[in-house]
């Protein structure tokens, strides 16, 4: 007995390795995936970098402003000649930035104080100045905060 044999049919298109994703096609997604991750850890740690950064420049910020309260809060009267606004009370000190401390990463700051006579006739004013340097550790670089404000003697 002989079964009628089909012909294929030939309308249907040929399937045959279509489902797959080549080698090629594999290692180009591989790669676009690990630029992605790559590029989320940098952005990460320069963000975390940057936070870090950013709350050392305000403790210094802090530091030199309060330099500069202590200079206003000084006497300068110039109808009893008492004038405590001169360099001289103000000279550099050495702090510790008010940040958290964990054992060895304390960071330290120089405030230094200028004091300049921009008029010494009537109205006198004087220039103060109050420079911060402070050094990030992690890059090392060396950095300043600098806040500065004009005073006339006390009324």
């Known amino acids: ?6 012909k ?14 080549t080698l090629a096609e594999v290692c180009v997604a591989t790669a676009i995936a690990a630029m992605t ?12 970098k940057r ?6 420049s305000l403790a210094a910020q802090a530091l030199a402003s309060q330099r500069l309260e ?11 000649g008492v004038d405590q606004l001169v360099s001289a009370n103000f000279p550099s000190q ?15 700051a120089t405030n230094v104080t200028t004091i300049t006579v921009i008029s010494a006739a009537a109205p006198q004013l004087r ?17 300043t905060n600098t806040v500065a404000t004009y005073r006339s ?3």
Request: hydrophobic residues 35%; charged residues 25%.
């Open 1 to 6: 007995m002989k079964l009628p044999c089909s």
């Open 8 to 21: 294929p049919d030939r309308s249907a298109p040929d399937r045959r390795g279509k489902d797959a994703f």
């Open 37 to 48: 991750v790559a590029g989320i850890i940098q952005g990460y740690t320069q963000s975390s």
């Open 51 to 56: 936070a870090e950064w950013a709350g050392y």
């Open 70 to 80: 202590q200079t206003r809060a000084c006497r300068w009267d110039t109808e009893t």
């Open 94 to 108: 050495t702090l510790l930035l008010d940040i958290p401390v964990v054992g060895t990463n304390a960071v330290y």
């Open 127 to 143: 220039m103060i100045r109050v420079d911060c340097t402070w050094r990030f550790p992690i890059t090392g670089r060396v950095f």
């Open 153 to 155: 003697p006390d009324a």
